[in-house]
């Protein structure tokens, strides 16, 4: 576990929840942000405050559904889902992050990979 939680660079929240949401389907906003957590390795702790915002200007976009259900705790959740748009702007949100990485490893060489 590293020493602290690492910022998340501005413009990748977006990346990591359509990812969490293509990975493991459905799910509520507590488990998305459980779930980016544990694949970290608690590396990056996303709060609550950054993380519904970002899922509400999805959910505009038309990049993501959502529905009431209960969660697997007993309590009323929202439950987001990808749509064919929200699979789409994954697509391009990973090729933009890998030109990003790309950019920074010509600067910072052996930083990445």
């Known amino acids: 576990m590293a020493d602290s939680p690492l910022a998340v660079v501005q413009g990748t929240l977006e990346l990591l929840v359509l990812k969490t949401l293509h990975s493991g389907g459905e ?10 957590r544990r694949a970290t390795d608690d590396r990056l702790v996303i709060e609550e405050g950054a993380l519904y915002p970002a899922l509400h200007r999805m959910e505009r976009r038309g990049w993501l559904l959502s529905d009431w259900g209960v969660s697997e705790k007993g309590r009323r959740a929202k439950y987001y889902r990808l749509t064919r748009a929200g699979e789409g ?4 949100e990973e090729r933009k992050w890998a030109a990003y990485v790309d950019a920074v490893a010509r600067i910072v060489p052996g930083a990445v990979g």
């Open 27 to 36: 799910q509520h906003g507590f488990a998305i942000l459980d779930f980016i």
């Open 89 to 92: 702007a994954l697509a391009e």
